[in-house]
């Protein structure tokens, strides 16, 4: 199944808090208003992409990809220095066999990449997180669209090479 991912420049980023909790060795997202996050996720229901153990958020009537949440343990992160991207605000919409999301039954979760198939890459300096494939350095070739605060997908050619997070650590 060849998932899309399909840039929306006229949404803004869904604004929020992005933590990750060491205790619980997890991403979390906490929306800033309520309401916007179920105008964006619209009335049915939500599903998930994931990365490895990472959940991508899908409103399943919008198709539009909404924050990250998951287990990620900081032990299994490699400490490098993350490049400088040129980051784009707008939103996300995922597209299958070029056909939107709103056939999909709410909480079945579509899986993008297997557990450790990417690599987990934290920049102690910036405090950027990279999740992806490839190398870091071929990111600012890409597409790189903040869609959630501190949350940016990079995207090539519709495909999802690349997840970068920049949460508070708690």
Avoid at 73 to 94: F, M, N, T, Y
């Amino acid at each position: 199944m060849r998932v899309h991912f399909l840039i929306d420049q006229n949404l803004s980023p869904l604004k929020g808090a992005l933590v990750y909790r060491a205790i619980d060795s997890a991403f979390d997202f906490a929306p800033l208003e309520y309401e916007e996050l179920l105008q964006r996720a619209g009335k049915d229901g939500l599903t998930s992409l994931t990365v490895g153990t990472l959940q991508i958020e899908i409103g399943v009537g919008t198709s539009i990809a909404l924050y990250v949440w998951g287990y990620n343990p900081q032990e299994s992160w490699s400490h490098k220095e993350l490049p400088h991207l040129d980051v784009q605000p707008g939103a996300i919409r995922i597209a299958i066999a070029d056909e939107l999301l709103s056939d999909l039954d709410p909480g079945i979760s579509i899986e993008l990449v297997e557990i450790n198939e990417w690599l987990t890459i934290f920049d102690a300096h910036s405090g950027w997180i990279r999740i992806g494939g490839g190398s870091p350095d071929t990111d600012s070739h890409s597409t790189c669209i903040e869609f959630a605060t501190n949350t940016v997908a990079i995207i090539n050619d519709g495909v999802l090479t690349a997840v970068w997070l920049h949460p508070h650590i708690e």
